[in-house]
C-alpha cells in the first residue's frame, strides 16, 4: 500500500492563498498529479508535474497555481493564490508510475484521500 499523505487544506476568503503538500514516504514517481471534484461535477485536473519538474495547468488556474515537487523529500505542493470560490473543491494527489505525462485521472496509478479546500466570497 502506498502512503499518500496530503495537507494544507482549509478555509479562505476570496483572493487569498493556501499550499497544499503531498508526501509519499519512499516512494518517487515519475508524475504527480492534484486534481479537484467540486460537489455535482467531475474530478478535473488542475496540475501535472514530471520527475523532472516541468508543469502543466489547467487553464483555470494558469498565473494563479503553481505546482512543484522535491524529490528529496518525495513531496509535491500546490502553491494557490488568488483563490475563488469556484476553486472550492476537493482536492486529490496523485501519483503515476509512469515517466510521460498525463492528463488523463485514469493514467494515475495511486490516490490520496482528499483534501477539502474552502473559498468564501
Known amino acids: 500500500q502506498v502512503q499518500m499523505e496530503e495537507s494544507g487544506g482549509g478555509l479562505v476568503q476570496a483572493g487569498g492563498s493556501l499550499r497544499l503538500s503531498c508526501a509519499t514516504p519512499g516512494r518517487v514517481f515519475g508524475v504527480m498529479g492534484w486534481y479537484r471534484q467540486a460537489p455535482g461535477f467531475q474530478r478535473e485536473l488542475v496540475a501535472t508535474?514530471?520527475?523532472?519538474?516541468?508543469?502543466t495547468y489547467a487553464d483555470s488556474v494558469k498565473g494563479r497555481f503553481t505546482i512543484s515537487r522535491d524529490n528529496t523529500k518525495n513531496t509535491v505542493y500546490l502553491q494557490m493564490n488568488s483563490l475563488k470560490p469556484e476553486d472550492t473543491a476537493v482536492y486529490y494527489c496523485a501519483g503515476r508510475r509512469n515517466i510521460d505525462a498525463s492528463f488523463l485521472s485514469r493514467d494515475y496509478d495511486f490516490w490520496g484521500q482528499g483534501t477539502q479546500v474552502t473559498v468564501s466570497s
Open positions: 508535474i514530471t520527475i523532472d519538474r516541468t508543469p
